[in-house]
């Protein structure tokens, strides 16, 4: 195991004659690196099919491998390597620059995306070595839809002297979004050049809630977790006041930088320590636009405009000086050209970022052992431990070690758990389901989920010779390269979060993709913990009737029940862990006495309720569903014929 602390990418590359080198006097760059990490069979495919040839319009990458010599590297896993390769953007990258794969497996962990992508970034880097301080690092994100001539304006940037360029990005709605890019992305070929301008006529009419709710002059709703502040000019134009800007290119300055918290809170000021920094602030120039699912951080939208007041508070908790500096600086984001009543905007921002301004305390965050940092490396060097079961770690606090102990060696790992755990029989069950899919052998494995989880993972360490599509894209009709017509002997699907709702569309597209005689397995369970704990039922009863109709038929149905007390127990034992691995330190001792109670009283009922049989549903909470179907000769001879809805022909 690698700990943040020990790690190359976090500890300083520390040398005695290491030459510092400022901004001034600089000879100009030698080379250019690209780093984008992503992992993931969803976000690669979203990246490859719908990013990369953004990136490959000319203005883009072409145009940085014309000027320097240009590598783009890969931060991803070692198991992803054969999907990347396999797809014909990556092979038209290839013929652009050279390309590589820096593996990153120790690195990632659940649920702390950011901290990886940090730590991902800053190896790489290193591991330039001394070539970094003429070096130019482009560092993209995976989900950036780029307008043509974006990195040929910020590699300009670099070239006339600047030691790093900062960027503005909003967000799209990708229900709204998706249509007119997939269409775009349809005709285009290898490489999709989008003009700035046409970019921002087609982001101003599908806006994310998330960016809408930045609107200053847009009352109806606000975030309150907000790094950035927009106000709607007129039809065509938007102007941005952002506190968190994007790193997107930057040549150290120096080798013996140090990482003390996130890249776009700490890159800037360690590695550019001079200042030297430019920032994009037209969208001519430069245009990036992220596509998110409509809910996409929907917990931190409200009702009716925000205050001051709570901007400022929030804000309190983690900018930096860098960070306020940054919201004194005007990007401009406009369809067409500039309107006269531009500057009367800028006026209204300044009063209110002035305003915002003097509410804030005195003394900012520091970028170097940010709080939000601190955490963050906490929970990575827990997750990372975690993640080797055999093995004791003497450096982490003891109280983490008993932790460790208790989760694995007393609960177990999903998806193989013991009696003591709360979900015991329902992932027996699952488990059970997925050992006769092993032991079946079928040649061509479907698996579908709309993200990893323990059993898709367990199962395709099983059977290497799998296909994994996302059913999120799936339901929304988009092609899946290696998904054709019946091609699969067996499907394992996963429905997660509410998509129990759709099942019958589940069943729609993956019966088409059936060999005759195909069997689909389709698990489900029910995670609201702490919402409404009956809606996983309800939602699922009133799609019983649709399956009646469906194309697949159904050959087993198991579910499993808990009673409202055995609910409420372990959802406290959750509330409970989830309090000590992520709560503050002052409230440790509360947590673990909570604890000390709540654990053995789950762990009896637990224990007990694993004993007794099945019962129904009525007065009881329906925990999860195991339903298998099977695929009529007959059925399957009508899907493979062309003719017959040719919608399902994915």
Not at 210 to 232: G, I, S
Not at 247 to 263: A, H, K, L, Q, T
Request: glycine share 6%; aromatic share 8%; net charge neutral.
């Amino acid at each position: 195991m690698t700990l943040a602390g020990h790690d190359p990418a976090v500890a300083p590359v520390a040398r005695a004659d290491a030459p510092v080198r400022t901004a001034r006097g600089r000879p100009p760059p030698k080379a250019i690196c690209v780093l984008l990490p992503v992992w993931g069979d969803e976000y690669i495919r979203q990246f490859l099919e719908q990013s990369l040839p953004t990136l490959l319009a000319p203005g883009n990458i072409p145009a940085l491998a014309k000027a320097l010599p240009t590598r783009f590297v890969f931060l991803s896993r070692a198991g992803d390597k054969a999907t990347i390769h396999a797809h014909p953007a990556y092979r038209r990258l290839c013929s652009i620059c050279d390309v590589e794969l820096l593996p990153i497996d120790d690195l990632i962990t659940q649920g702390n995306h950011s901290t990886t992508v940090t730590l991902a970034y800053a190896r790489a880097v290193r591991q330039t070595g001394e070539a970094m301080l003429d070096t130019c690092f482009f560092f993209l994100v995976s989900d950036y839809v780029m307008a043509d001539g974006s990195l040929a304006a910020v590699l300009a940037r670099m070239q006339a002297g600047a030691s790093a360029v900062q960027a503005g990005n909003f967000q799209l709605d990708e229900e709204a979004a998706e249509g007119w890019l997939l269409e775009r992305l349809a005709d285009s070929g290898a490489a999709l050049a989008l003009k700035p301008r046409e970019v921002m006529r087609w982001a101003l009419n599908c806006l994310h809630p998330l960016t809408a709710a930045n609107l200053v002059n847009y009352p109806l709703c606000h975030n309150t977790d907000t790094n950035r502040l927009l106000w709607r000019v007129d039809a065509d134009t938007l102007i941005g006041r952002f506190y968190l800007l994007h790193m997107i290119c930057i040549r150290p300055e120096i080798v013996d930088f140090v990482i003390g918290s996130s890249c776009d809170y700490s890159f800037v000021p360690e590695m550019c320590p001079s200042g030297n920094v430019e920032t994009m602030t037209d969208s001519d120039d430069y245009l990036v636009v992220e596509i998110q699912p409509r809910s996409h951080e929907s917990r931190f939208l409200r009702l009716g405009p925000g205050s001051i007041g709570g901007l400022a508070k929030n804000l309190c908790e983690w900018t930096t000086a860098g960070h306020r500096a940054n919201a004194n600086q005007t990007i401009v984001f406009h369809a067409s050209a500039r309107p006269a009543t531009l500057p009367q905007a800028i006026s209204v921002a300044d009063e209110f970022i002035r305003r915002v301004t003097a509410q804030l305390a005195p003394r900012p965050q520091p970028h170097r052992g940010h709080p939000y940092w601190l955490g963050a490396i906490a929970a990575f060097n827990a997750a990372t431990t975690r993640k080797e079961l055999g093995t004791e770690n003497p450096t982490l606090p003891r109280v983490l070690r008993v932790m460790r102990w208790i989760q694995y060696n007393m609960f177990g790992r999903a998806p193989v758990v013991v009696r003591l755990h709360p979900r015991w029989r329902e992932l027996q069950r699952a488990l059970a389901a997925l050992e006769e899919i092993v032991a079946d052998a079928p040649p061509r494995l479907l698996i579908g989920a709309s993200r990893h989880t323990a059993l898709t993972e367990w199962l395709r360490d099983k059977m290497p010779a799998n296909t994994f599509v996302s059913l999120r894209h799936l339901l929304r009709d988009h092609s899946t390269r290696g998904v054709e017509p019946g091609a699969f002997d067996a499907a394992f699907i996963e429905l997660l979060d509410n998509e129990i709702a759709e099942i019958d569309a589940v069943l729609d597209l993956l019966t088409p993709l059936m060999r005759p005689g195909g069997k689909i397995t389709v698990v489900a369970f029910n995670n609201r913990w702490f919402g409404d704990p009956e809606h996983f039922g309800r939602v699922f009863a009133t799609c019983l009737g649709s399956l009646i109709a469906s194309r697949a038929q159904v050959s087993d149905f198991q579910f499993t029940s808990v009673s409202y007390l055995r609910w409420w127990i372990n959802n406290s034992g959750v509330d409970t862990a989830s309090a000590i691995y992520g709560g503050k330190l002052f409230t440790m001792p509360f947590n673990m006495v909570r604890a000390a109670l709540l654990f053995p009283l789950m762990a009896i009922s637990n224990v007990i309720s694993s004993f007794l049989p099945d019962r129904a549903v009525d007065g009881r909470i329906a925990s999860s569903v195991l339903i298998r179907f099977h695929v009529e000769p007959s059925i399957a001879r009508e899907n493979l014929d062309p003719g017959v809805n040719a919608r399902r022909t994915i």
